[in-house]
């Protein structure tokens, strides 16, 4: 095979990446549990399932199910044979990655695992879009996935437990969502990938694992920063800076931050974890999170409007905090980290 | 800045990619602890840490401050800024992978977080080049670790429990190596990087995670199956295949399996596992394992032998065992995964 792309991607400032071809997101789909499709954006979801254990026997197999249906509803959606993704880029919020290695094994296509807490849905689309404007790749599947029973398992308490939650607490999605980027526009493109600004780990000395918005705050308002300064350009040049799931408390702070350095996103922010629950309703504290969070809203609400050319141009910043149950236990803080896309429409 | 590379990176085959310019290995630097010192590659390692704590308060710490060391080594023999790193790709064992984001957070450098159970160092490697080999980056460093004691306690029991392990058991490596890659030549590099085979998810339904050599062998032989078939190339066209951690079990293992296809890689396969114990004297029974594993011997040994023209090319195949201790305990299989890397000496 040889390569297609006249390859003039661009190192930009301090961090980013300019595509010299656009990325096209040819596809994607997005499955939500019972809640999330209660929701506010309930009925953009490709699929609500109203089993939270999508079949399986445990809560760590009902979100590999659940990631390994939304990579087969992606592929449905696009009629493309799963032989024609060359590479996988994947990732959950469990030790180890357990959601992605048992649920997207049968696939047969070679894998990247990754992590970045809930922002490795921007990790995989990152990397996946790299790997393409590489020429490294004609075709890759991007998906993460979270799951509320499973990561209050991995993070906090066993739901049995019943421990209470203060009003700071996200609350993890159970949900997926999958892109299949490809180096070919197929006329029926999402969106188009055209720039990315992969993130620092930020570590304020946050320690409160129920105030997760709080603790990603530094990391996010650190990368919309340094993506802004690598492009020179003003928030206003966005129709929406999106993050993943700072929540209620969490959106001031990164308003509040960047405005100390003389930039205001408060016209354009807008954060997936706000978008997806109804908080006056549905008692989900600060909002959704996790990795099914930001990947689910992105391919439910915010690909449609650049679809639908409502909006030019976004960008997309998922946002994680880097805890595991030992390093929280032994009081360690939780560090943020950020990554940004520039996801824009098909012209 | 502009794009420098010409880009002429090839798929090649089903899963391959063959860079249009050689990717350099500029310096890279292993530091291991006390016991991996005492083996027979013990004088290669560029620093054996008597202090298996690396100065920190609990295994997670010492596994984190043994990675940063590792990276400030690597900077420091290159003569290199870490301001000159445009990216870190990182990863080892631990569940939501602390030991890196604890380790390198101080960096300030973007960071990818990585998971591929002890194929990670491969998975960086190969992550790392294709982002160079995209004109995304100059320079970036790709670090992985692994630690014996905040494995065991991961993944198994806790020292203070003292059970016993069988003869099939590995031995997780105290062990960092970091590898500055770069898209230019320097004239003192280790090695250049050609091609790579980016492996699948391999599950032959094995559930012994004290006997992770044999789990890991059916995606070893897979990946370099089809790493010679998308290249056409016999076994013979390598001075080594080199897989990670197979170990004494394995190692039998993926030459039989192999054998099975009608290829003999008996001639040229080599374990890091194998290699960086000392299997009658050190009680380590079926051999070294971990991220830090395959990761420091490449650094110490394998990049040596390239450096000095002993050998003019190896496939380098790091293997990585998926499994947690709740889907150990789940009674979940331990699948296998491995990615290849075509590391040849600089002419």
Redesign the interface.
Known sequence: ???K????????GK?S?EF?DPIYIQCSASIVGKKEGQGPLGELFDKISMDDMFGGN?W??AESALQKETVQLCLQKANVQIEDI??MFA?D??????AS??G??EY??????????CSTSA?SI??GA??I??????KVMCVTSSHFASAEK?FRFPLEYGNQRPLSASWTVIGSGAFLLSDTKSGRDRGVITAV???????FGLKDSMNMGMCMVPAAADVIWNHLQDFDRAPEYYDRIVTGDLGHVGKQGVIDLLSQKGIDISKQHMDCGIEIFDQATQDTHAGGSGCGCAASVLSAYLLKQLETHKWKRILFVPTGA??????FN?G?PV?G?AHAVVIEAVR
Chains 1, 2 share one sequence.
């Open positions: 095979m040889s390569q792309r006249d390859n003039k991607n661009k190192m930009i961090q990446i010299g445990s760590e197999e060359r590479y990732g919020l469990l030790g180890q990655s357990i290695s048992f997207l094994a047969n296509t070679p894998l990247f695992g990754l992590y970045g807490a990790l990152t990397l790299i790997t404007a590489a020429g490294a790749a004609d991995e600004t992969p993130g620092k780990i930020v570590d880097l805890l595991s149950k030992v390093s032994e360690k560090p980290i």
